[in-house]
C-alpha cells in the first residue's frame, strides 16, 4: 500500500513509522501540510498534490496518516484540517480523523465531552475574559492556566497567588486569549500515560517530573518507567479515546494524594519515544498494523478489497 504521512517535520516519530512500513511491505512518505495544493473549479474533477512532489497525489494514496499539524495563521489551520476532511469525504482514510484530531486539539472540547461521558476530569473553568480567569484562579486557590491549544508542557503555568495570578492573566487578555483555568491535582509529580491503537491497550509509562518541576512530560526532563496498569485505569483510558473517536491515542491519567483518579488529556497525536524505550513495545507497528486493517476494512465494506491486495 501507499501512505502519506502529513507532519510539521520528519523526526524519530516519522522514520519510526517508515520502517514500520517497509519492514511490512508498504510504501509511505512524508509530506509537510504547507505543501498542500487543493484544486477544484469546472475544469478539475478535484485533486490535492503536493509542491514537494508532482507526481504525489494524495488523494490516490491508500491512507494518509496525520501527524503534528505545525502552528500557524487560524487560515492556515483551518484550511490544513479542512483538506483532511476532503481527503477523507473522498473514501481514502485517514488517521487520527480529522473530527479526531479537532475535538483533542482544544482542551475545551476535550474535556467537555469527557464529563459529559461520565469519565472524572479536574475542576476547569473556560472563559475569554480576565476578571472570570482570576475569579477561578482565586476560587481554586493553586490553579493552572493553561493555553487551549498546546502540547509537551508549553506554556503551563501554575498559580497560588492572586498577585500572580493578574500579572499571568492581564498580558494573555491583551493577546485575546481563551483562558483555560484547571485546578491542580497534587498528584505527587507523578501520572501516567496510556497509549491505545485500535480499541486496546498497547503499554503504559509512569512518568515523574524533575525535582523542583510539576509537570511530568518526558519533553521536560521527566523521567519514564513501564508500569502494569490497573484494570479500572485501563477501561477509563480506553473510554477517554472512544469518547474523542481516536484510532491511536496518548491518554494522561492522574492520581490525587487522596485517591481520586483523573483524565487530564487526550492526546489525538501523540508521540511514543519514552513509552517506546521504557517498554520495548513497536508501537510504530502496533500503529501500522492498525492503520493497514483500517484500510481493508475499508475497501471490503466498499467492495474494492482486490484493489488492495493488487496495490498491497
Not at 248 to 262: K, N, P, T
Not at 292 to 311: F, H, M, P
Given at each position: 500500500?501507499?501512505?502519506v504521512i502529513?507532519?510539521s517535520?520528519?523526526?524519530?516519530?516519522?522514520d519510526?513509522?517508515?520502517?514500520a512500513?517497509?519492514?511490512?511491505g508498504?510504501?509511505?512518505?512524508?509530506?509537510?501540510?504547507?505543501g498542500?495544493?487543493?484544486?477544484?473549479?469546472?475544469?478539475?474533477t478535484?485533486?490535492?498534490?503536493?509542491?514537494?512532489?508532482a507526481?504525489?497525489s494524495?488523494?490516490?494514496a491508500?491512507a494518509?496518516?496525520?501527524?503534528?499539524?505545525p502552528?500557524?495563521?487560524?487560515?492556515?489551520?483551518?484550511?490544513?484540517?479542512?483538506?483532511?476532511?476532503?481527503?477523507?469525504?473522498?473514501?481514502v482514510?485517514?488517521m487520527?480523523?480529522?473530527?479526531?484530531?479537532?475535538?483533542?486539539?482544544?482542551?475545551?472540547?476535550?474535556?467537555?465531552?469527557?464529563?459529559?461521558?461520565?469519565?472524572?476530569?479536574?475542576e476547569?473553568?473556560?472563559?475569554e475574559?480576565?476578571?472570570?480567569a482570576?475569579?477561578?484562579?482565586?476560587?481554586?486557590?493553586?490553579?493552572?492556566v493553561?493555553?487551549?491549544f498546546?502540547?509537551?508542557?508549553?506554556?503551563?503555568?501554575r498559580?497560588?497567588?492572586p498577585?500572580?495570578a493578574?500579572?499571568?492573566?492581564?498580558?494573555?487578555?491583551?493577546v485575546?486569549?481563551?483562558f483555560?483555568v484547571q485546578r491542580?491535582?497534587?498528584?505527587g509529580g507523578r501520572?501516567?500515560r496510556?497509549?491505545?491503537?485500535g480499541g486496546?491497550?498497547v503499554?503504559?509509562?509512569?512518568?515523574?517530573?524533575?525535582?523542583?518541576e510539576?509537570r511530568?512530560?518526558?519533553a521536560r526532563?521527566?523521567?519514564?518507567?513501564?508500569?502494569?496498569l490497573?484494570?479500572?485505569w485501563?477501561?477509563?483510558?480506553?473510554?477517554?479515546?472512544?469518547?474523542?473517536?481516536?484510532?491511536?491515542?496518548g491518554?494522561?491519567?492522574?492520581q490525587?494524594?487522596d485517591?481520586?483518579v483523573?483524565?487530564?488529556e487526550v492526546?489525538?497525536i501523540p508521540?511514543?519515544?519514552?513509552l517506546?524505550?521504557a517498554?520495548?513495545?513497536?508501537?510504530?507497528?502496533?500503529?501500522?498494523?492498525?492503520?493497514?486493517?483500517?484500510?481493508?476494512?475499508?475497501?471490503?465494506?466498499?467492495?474494492?478489497?482486490?484493489v488492495?491486495?493488487?496495490r498491497a
Amino acid at each position: 500500500m501507499n501512505i502519506v504521512i502529513l507532519s510539521s517535520h520528519t523526526g524519530w516519530q516519522t522514520d519510526e513509522l517508515l520502517r514500520a512500513m517497509g519492514e511490512r511491505g508498504h510504501v509511505g512518505c512524508v509530506l509537510p501540510y504547507e505543501g498542500l495544493v487543493a484544486r477544484v473549479g469546472r475544469h478539475s474533477t478535484g485533486a490535492l498534490s503536493h509542491l514537494s512532489s508532482a507526481r504525489t497525489s494524495i488523494l490516490d494514496a491508500d491512507a494518509v496518516l496525520a501527524r503534528i499539524i505545525p502552528t500557524g495563521s487560524l487560515e492556515q489551520i483551518i484550511y490544513r484540517v479542512d483538506a483532511l476532511h476532503w481527503v477523507e469525504d473522498r473514501g481514502v482514510p485517514v488517521m487520527n480523523s480529522p473530527r479526531t484530531i479537532e475535538r483533542c486539539v482544544d482542551k475545551f472540547y476535550t474535556t467537555a465531552l469527557l464529563q459529559e461521558a461520565g469519565i472524572p476530569v479536574p475542576e476547569t473553568v473556560v472563559c475569554e475574559g480576565a476578571a472570570a480567569a482570576l475569579d477561578a484562579c482565586r476560587a481554586m486557590g493553586d490553579a493552572i492556566v493553561k493555553p487551549i491549544f498546546g502540547s509537551l508542557g508549553r506554556g503551563m503555568i501554575r498559580v497560588t497567588d492572586p498577585e500572580v495570578a493578574l500579572r499571568v492573566v492581564e498580558p494573555l487578555e491583551q493577546v485575546s486569549s481563551v483562558f483555560y483555568v484547571q485546578r491542580t491535582i497534587d498528584h505527587g509529580g507523578r501520572d501516567v500515560r496510556v497509549f491505545i491503537v485500535g480499541g486496546r491497550v498497547v503499554g503504559a509509562i509512569e512518568r515523574i517530573a524533575p525535582a523542583g518541576e510539576w509537570r511530568t512530560n518526558v519533553a521536560r526532563g521527566g523521567a519514564v518507567k513501564a508500569i502494569d496498569l490497573l484494570p479500572a485505569w485501563a477501561e477509563m483510558a480506553l473510554s477517554a479515546a472512544a469518547v474523542v473517536g481516536a484510532d491511536y491515542a496518548g491518554v494522561d491519567v492522574l492520581q490525587s494524594r487522596d485517591g481520586e483518579v483523573f483524565v487530564l488529556e487526550v492526546n489525538g497525536i501523540p508521540g511514543w519515544k519514552g513509552l517506546q524505550q521504557a517498554t520495548g513495545i513497536d508501537v510504530a507497528g502496533t500503529i501500522v498494523e492498525h492503520l493497514i486493517e483500517r484500510v481493508r476494512n475499508t475497501r471490503q465494506a466498499s467492495g474494492l478489497s482486490g484493489v488492495t491486495e493488487q496495490r498491497a
